[in-house]
């Protein structure tokens, strides 16, 4: 059974820093494709970046040089840095996997939430005034 848990999410101020978390098990991060989404109220989920099982990150042009990706092989935990933080940036986010690998373009996944087959609950970012 894969289960994805995301924590870390809180109420910020713009201009703020925030890092979320997504403890993976059932499946090993090092051997899957894995991404962050995020959906806000009223709009559809979007690709914030994704993480190639090699290691290899691929992130949305909206947090290029905000938002920083990692993971802990040895505690199969994805990780999402996130610093100057805009209103834009209230969503709920989530953390998907695949079972495998992303072949082909990193970036064509940042369009394909349906391309995940497993997801968490969600761990709510709110980016206030």
């Known amino acids: 059974q894969v289960t994805l848990v995301e924590s870390g999410g809180d109420s910020v101020q713009a201009g703020g820093s925030l890092r979320v978390s997504c403890e993976a098990s059932g499946i090993t991060v090092t051997r899957s494709c894995m991404g962050w989404f995020r959906q806000a109220p009223g709009k559809s989920r979007e690709g914030v970046v994704i993480i190639g099982a090699t290691g290899v990150i691929t992130y949305a042009d909206s947090v290029k040089g905000r938002f920083t990706a990692a993971r802990d092989n040895a505690k199969n935990t994805l990780f999402l840095q996130m610093e100057s933080l805009k209103q834009e940036d209230t969503a709920m986010y989530y953390c998907?996997?695949?079972?495998?690998?992303?072949?082909?373009?990193?970036?064509?996944?940042?369009?394909?939430?349906?391309?995940?087959?497993?997801w968490g609950q969600g761990t709510q970012v709110t980016v206030s005034s």
């Open positions: 998907a996997a695949r079972e495998t690998k992303c072949p082909g373009g990193m970036s064509s996944y940042l369009n394909g939430p349906s391309l995940f087959r497993y």
